[in-house]
């Protein structure tokens, strides 16, 4: 069992900077991947970014050079840097991890980010 904790959320002004973080907390897991979903109103939640516990990681194109995923895998915590905040980046935004082997999934609770134009 495994619970996500997010944080970091709030409004900004477009062009501004938030940095989300991810703490994962339980017992008997261990992780495969640990990443940041989001879903604006009325649309799909879509990958952000994943981050692997060897540190491989993959972007969506949308946020390609604006975000940075990171982790600390001693504290089971990820964060996301994002940077250039655009509009379009408005969503409600969730921590994912999947687990080893198991490859069990598991949701945050969600922060939201608003950004102003």
């Known amino acids: 069992q495994v619970q996500l904790v997010e944080s970091g959320g709030g409004l900004v002004q477009a062009g501004g900077s938030l940095r989300l973080s991810c703490a994962a907390s339980?017992?008997?897991?261990?992780?495969?991947?640990m990443g940041w979903y989001r879903q604006a109103p009325g649309k799909q939640r879509e990958l952000v970014a994943i981050i692997s516990s060897g540190g491989k990681i993959n972007y969506a194109d949308s946020v390609k050079g604006r975000f940075t995923i990171s982790g600390d895998n001693a504290k089971n915590t990820v964060f996301l840097q994002m940077n250039s905040l655009k509009p379009e980046d408005t969503a409600v935004y969730y921590c994912?991890?999947?687990?080893?082997?198991?490859?069990?999934?598991?949701w945050g609770q969600g922060t939201q980010v608003t950004v102003s134009s």
């Open positions: 339980g017992s008997g897991f261990s992780i495969d991947t």
């Open positions: 994912n991890l999947i687990t080893r082997i198991s490859l069990t999934t598991y």
